[in-house]
């Protein structure tokens, strides 16, 4: 029995066969999980007796044997294929998109926004240019968080109430802010279960990488394995406190050849 809580699930671009990826480099196309690969993972997961939230939905009443489910950055396979897949099996998700990334090729259009809004998903803001947010100063930091908030509202037309942080990236600035800028919720890249006690503004989420089999998403969904994961997370962010994080992010591309979890966003 898992403890009490829901976790979090991370998803990026998702692969069509046929169709470019946004980025080709080993640190981004890791995360990337084929569109064949998520139908299955939700099929099990459904079968499992696993329902897929949005964030809002899971901390309103952390349901028994939920999970949230999520998308960064905001590419065009959130709308084209994450949101049938997702449909078929009834789950609902958040697509935390990155602004100013709108209208790029191989990104949402901001009509395609509105349509997967309308399709009942809940969009929330991964930051205006996907800076690494605890690199800013706290202008441009607010910048970030509070304008890509009044512009996906400006578009969807309601309101935008969830964060996620770029990268990971994450500090206690970037929760005062997002908390400031009128956001009930911050997600990290900490591999963690949240539960009615976890702080509103620091939830921890799971990525789910190219690599990971059915049955290890399973045992993450029940809890399993996440405080080792954690630790990984903790050692990582040491790292790019002391190298910075450019530095950090061409050694892990330079590095990347074999199959290791990183804390992205
Ligand atoms: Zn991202």
């Known amino acids: 029995m898992r403890a009490s809580g829901v976790v979090f699930l991370m998803y990026h671009e998702l692969e069509l066969e046929g169709r470019s990826l946004c980025q080709t480099d080993p640190g981004y196309v890791r ?3 084929r569109g064949s690969d998520f139908r299955t993972q939700m099929q099990l997961l459904s079968s499992d007796g ?10 309103a009443s952390f349901p028994e044997r939920a999970v949230a489910i999520t998308f960064d950055d905001g590419s065009e396979t959130d709308l084209l294929v994450a949101a049938p897949i997702l449909s078929e099996f ?5 697509f935390y998109i990155t602004s100013g990334w709108l209208g790029r090729p191989g990104f949402l259009a901001p009509s395609q926004l509105c349509e997967l809004s309308s399709l009942g998903f809940e969009i929330g803001s991964h930051s205006m240019t996907h ?4 690199d800013l100063e706290e202008v441009d930091m607010r910048r970030e968080i509070s304008d890509s ?4 509202e400006q578009i969807l037309g309601k309101p935008v109430e969830h964060f996620s942080c770029p990268g990971g990236r994450f500090d206690a600035r970037v929760a005062r802010i997002a908390r400031e800028a ?3 919720t911050v997600s990290t890249s900490e591999p963690r279960i949240n539960t009615p006690a976890t702080n509103r503004f620091a939830l921890g989420r799971v990525a789910v990488l190219r690599h990971n089999s059915p049955s290890e998403l399973l045992g993450v969904c029940m809890g399993r394995g996440l405080s080792r994961s954690r630790i990984g997370a903790r050692l990582r962010e040491a790292t790019r406190s002391a190298l910075g994080n450019s ?8 590095l990347l050849r ?6 992205q966003g």
């Open 258 to 263: 074999r199959p290791k979890d990183d804390g």
């Open 50 to 59: 696993w329902s897929g939230s949005s964030v809002g939905e899971a901390i």
């Open 31 to 33: 995360y990337v999980v």
């Open 131 to 134: 800076a690494y947010l605890t």
């Open 182 to 184: 009128g956001y009930r």
């Open 247 to 254: 530095t950090y992010d061409r050694l892990r591309n330079t």
């Open 90 to 94: 009834g789950f609902t998700a958040t």
């Open 149 to 152: 908030k009044l512009q996906l």
